[in-house]
């Protein structure tokens, strides 16, 4: 199970921070990720973390969002700065099992909203 925290309300160029938990596991995940759906969009992915230590960033986000990991607790946290309108809308964790492997765990969801 995914628990996702942290949305909220935020002014342009602020900063969030959001963050998942993947409870009732006992192995870790190849990579924990987020991804976010906009109003009237397709869901995008945003970032991602390996247990590897890794990190793999949306083009869009490069330079703003810093993704990471704790793989003793199987959490993972994404630091949003420089926040902008376009980054409103629903910002889901997900995990993938293994190298290669598509993410299957999805959790429910937090909010952003960046106001102008």
């Known amino acids: 199970q995914l628990q996702a925290s942290g949305g909220g309300l935020v002014q342009d160029g602020g900063s969030l921070r959001l963050s998942c938990s993947a409870s009732?596991?006992?192995?870790?995940?190849?990579?924990m990720g987020w991804f976010r759906q906009a109003p009237g969009k397709e869901r995008e992915f945003v970032a991602a973390?390996?247990?590897?230590?890794?990190?793999y960033y949306a083009d869009a986000v490069k330079g703003r969002f810093t993704i990471s990991r704790d793989n003793a607790k199987n959490t993972v946290v994404l630091h949003m700065n420089s926040l902008k309108p376009e980054d409103t809308g629903i910002y889901y964790c997900?995990?993938?099992?293994?190298?290669?492997?598509?993410?299957?765990?999805w959790g429910h969801g937090t909010l952003v909203t960046v106001s102008s």
């Open positions: 997900a995990t993938a099992p293994g190298m290669g492997e598509a993410y299957d765990s």
């Open positions: 973390a390996s247990k590897f230590g890794g990190t």
């Open positions: 009732g596991r006992t192995s870790q995940p190849h990579r």
